[in-house]
Every structure is written in structure tokens, then in C-alpha cells.
């Protein structure tokens, strides 16, 4: 059995899920030799969250060329702030590593250029994380359209709704400047676009968009009246609300970020509703694709529930996939937000005994509609990242689903947000094919389409 030598940059939230399995699941397949942060004090923390991990060498970000070769590292690790992807792919590619890398691909055309590039140079493996590939839901929704049930795919409705809890958290931390994240086009819708891409098996070619910051942010407290608020939510100040998060009473986010603070001055808590926020809460997107078929996308980060419904029309007939991830968010007695996990009860089993978070149904012309089966999954992603991180760290199996995603795929992806936020600059649909994407236009021609 052959044991993969790891280097990974930013030991952050996202991070851990990959210590985690280099420490446990997959220690037999792979072994953390350095490792890189900002914040040393994260580095630590997370060396006494997975004591099995040993001692990796630690370093500066700025050298890891010279990591990659003085360790022999097979493979980079990238999990840093998104705006960081692009340099950090680029050069261990050049130094001669493999990438594994949290989606988004890139924040921007020149990301997209200069990672294409240096794929083509070296000829290096870039494998991006698109969990949501692996949940059995959005699977079982690829197979029905794979199979040809509904037909030539003609038009995809597709909503997703952010919670008061998870959608809120873009606008505490970092990701609340575009120039960091790209906005929401980019960090987190690139998620949803990929699974269109991949359940249609098409290429985008032309983007409009509209949207803006309608709920968070200054402006929008002070006209809806919200009056004087804590400036983070990691305090006694009695005008905290259910909006404001306190780290203090979250182990993992106490120990990765309150308690680190003194290192480097970053606060992960700020208040959803001040200054600064360039980002936005309320998108759509009208996406056109190359064989013919038109995506309407919508993207809501402050919604009571959270979750996404997907409707595919087809030649022959309609696959419609609704997910509720989480039925509620709430407020406990000590003034804390609770998430309640269990679905709205709109969605209900045939006997209405047991809330439903799941279902796909599909209807072919003149014919009754039918339930498909969703398979069980387990973890986080709706059942994805346990498969996912098989794939990385194992390789994967026969995969006629092609759920693998390259820098292609991350291309293909990240480029309908750009133009997104291009669209938005400037108020007008924006050809893809005219972006200026050097090497990687190939990709979004099918001359590097691999599945």
C-alpha cells in the first residue's frame, strides 16, 4: 500500500475535516509531513485535536516550493482564504506536487488563467472538492437525468436558501469582502453550479444577474431601525442578539478563533449588520448553456430554513429534487440560536408520521408520478464528504457517475460567478467565451471535458 506525503496550507474550520482523516480514517493512505498557517495558534490547537498527526513540520507560506521538495510531498493540501487558491496551486504545481483544493477553483479571470496554465505546464493533477457530487440525493438526481427518463434537458429551476445561522456567517468573517471570497457567486454558489454542470453535462456560455445586499450590513439596519448593536458577538454587551455569535460557547471555534485572536487581531464574529460588507444577500442568475438549455438560479442567505429545491425539465417529462437541511433556527432560553435539524412538515412521509428532509420525484409525460429512492447517507454534505474523502485520499472506484472533479470542472464553475459579478458591475448578460480565460477557454469548449 502506498502512503501519500501531505503538505496543507490553513488549518481553519474546513481544514479539520482533512486532519481528521489523515489522523484516523485514511492514516494508512496518507501522512501529514508539513503543514502552514498565519496563525500559529491554530496549529496548535489543531495539533492537540489530532495528537495522532505527530509533529508536522510547520512553515512559512511563502516557502513552499521549497517544502515541496525538501519533504518530498506528493500532494498540497489547500484550504486558505479563497483568494489565496491561485498562488498556492500555481506554485505547487511548478514544484512538483499534486493539489487537492476547497472549492471555489479562484476568485477571478486571472486565478483562472494562471492555475490553467500551470496545469498544462506540468501536466500535475488539480482535484477540487465538490462535496455535494456525493450526497446520494444529488447522485440519484444525476442518474435520472443520465438515464435519459425526462429526455434532452431543456430548462433547470434551481433555489437555494441559506439560513439565519449558516448564511449569516459569510457576513461575520472574512468572506464579507468580495475582494476575499468573490461574494456568494463565488464561494458558495460555484457548489450549486457545479452540480448543474455536472447533472446536465453542459458547458455555460452566458450569464445575467441581478441582485444586491438587501438584508444585512449598516445600511440596512439603520433603515429597518435596529438601533445601537454589539460590534461581535463574543461579549456580555447587553445588545447582543440572536444575530451575533459568541465563539466563547463553541469548543471548536473558541479554540481555532477567540482564543487565537492575540496572534494576529482576526475576529470571526463581527456583527452581521455594520460596516464593510461588500457582498451579496439576495441573488439571480438567468445562465445559458451551450446545447440549448437555460438555468434560472436564486440564492437567498437569509432565509428561516435552510436548504434547495431543483426542478429539471426535459423532452419527455420533469425531475423535481427538494432538500430541507435544516426545518428551523430558534432561539433557546439563554438567548443562544439553536438549529433544529428535522424538515418542515411540508415534507412528510406517505403515512404523515415522520418529517422527510429529502425527496426526488419524477414525471414523464402523460404518466403518474413516481418517487425515486434516495439511498441513506451519513456526515456532513448531505452523506458526501465520507465518499469524498475516500476518493482523495484512496482513489476512486468505478465511478460511472464521474463525481471526481478536476481544475476543468473548477473552471467551469468558478467562471459563472465572475461573469455573475461582472453581469452585476455592469448591468448587462456577459459571453462567457469572451472572458478573457487564456489556456482555460479550452475547458469550457470541450476540448478538456474528460467525462
Given amino acids: ?4 506525503r501531505y503538505a496543507l496550507i490553513g488549518t481553519g474550520s474546513r481544514a479539520q475535516m482533512y486532519l481528521g482523516a489523515l489522523a484516523e480514517t485514511h492514516a494508512a493512505h496518507g501522512e501529514l509531513v508539513a503543514w502552514s498557517d498565519t496563525n500559529p495558534g491554530r496549529l496548535d490547537w489543531s495539533q492537540r485535536e489530532h495528537p495522532q498527526l505527530g509533529s508536522p ?6 516557502d513552499l516550493a521549497e517544502i515541496v521538495g525538501a519533504e518530498r510531498i506528493d500532494a498540497v493540501i489547500i484550504t486558505s482564504p479563497d483568494h489565496t487558491h491561485a498562488q498556492y ?6 514544484a512538483g506536487a499534486d493539489v487537492v483544493v476547497e472549492k471555489p477553483l479562484t476568485i477571478d479571470e486571472q486565478g483562472v488563467r494562471d492555475i490553467a496554465d500551470a496545469a498544462e505546464r506540468t501536466g500535475r493533477d488539480v482535484t477540487i472538492t465538490f462535496n455535494y457530487r456525493y450526497s446520494p440525493r444529488n447522485a440519484e438526481l444525476k442518474r435520472v437525468i443520465a438515464s435519459g427518463e425526462i429526455g434532452e434537458v431543456t430548462s433547470v429551476h434551481f433555489e437555494w436558501v441559506l439560513d439565519t445561522a449558516h448564511g449569516a456567517d459569510y457576513f461575520r468573517r472574512w468572506h ?10 463565488i464561494h458558495k454558489a460555484s457548489h450549486h453550479f457545479d452540480l448543474v454542470n455536472w447533472w446536465i453535462d453542459d458547458i455555460p456560455s452566458r450569464v445575467f444577474a441581478s441582485g ?27 445588545s447582543r442578539d440572536a444575530f451575533h455569535l459568541d465563539m466563547r460557547t463553541d469548543d471548536k471555534l473558541r479554540g481555532l478563533y477567540y482564543e487565537q485572536e492575540h496572534h494576529d487581531g482576526y475576529v470571526r464574529d463581527r456583527d452581521v449588520f455594520d460596516e464593510g460588507i461588500t457582498i451579496e444577500d439576495n441573488l439571480a442568475l438567468l445562465v445559458d448553456y451551450a446545447r440549448g438549455a437555460t438555468l434560472s438560479y436564486a440564492l437567498n442567505a437569509h432565509s428561516p430554513w435552510e436548504g434547495y429545491t431543483v426542478a429539471v425539465n426535459g423532452t419527455k417529462g420533469r425531475a423535481e429534487l427538494q432538500v430541507v437541511e435544516r426545518g428551523s433556527v430558534l432561539v433557546d432560553e439563554e438567548g443562544r440560536t439553536v438549529v433544529d435539524p428535522s424538515a418542515r412538515p411540508d415534507l412528510v412521509d406517505d403515512d404523515g408520521t415522520r418529517p422527510a428532509g429529502e425527496r426526488l420525484v419524477v414525471q414523464k409525460h402523460f404518466s403518474p408520478a413516481r418517487e425515486v429512492p434516495i439511498p441513506a447517507g451519513e456526515g456532513s454534505h448531505g452523506g458526501g464528504d465520507a465518499v469524498l474523502l475516500r476518493d482523495v485520499f484512496v482513489g476512486a472506484d468505478d465511478d460511472p457517475l464521474g463525481r471526481t472533479a478536476d481544475w476543468a470542472d473548477g473552471v467551469r464553475s468558478v467562471v459563472v460567478g465572475i461573469a455573475g459579478n461582472r453581469s452585476l458591475a455592469e448591468g448587462v448578460p456577459v459571453r462567457i467565451g469572451e472572458m478573457a480565460l487564456g489556456s482555460a477557454g479550452r475547458a469550457l469548449t470541450g476540448a478538456e471535458r474528460s467525462r
Fill in 1 to 4: 500500500m502506498t502512503t501519500r
Fill in 212 to 238: 444586491g445586499l438587501r438584508f444585512y450590513g449598516a445600511e440596512n439596519a439603520e433603515r429597518r431601525g435596529l438601533g445601537a448593536r454589539a460590534e461581535r458577538g463574543s461579549t456580555d454587551d447587553p
Fill in 89 to 94: 496551486i500555481v506554485t505547487s504545481l511548478d
Fill in 57 to 62: 513540520r510547520r512553515f512559512a507560506a511563502e
Fill in 176 to 185: 464579507r469582502e468580495k475582494q476575499n471570497s468573490g461574494g456568494l457567486l
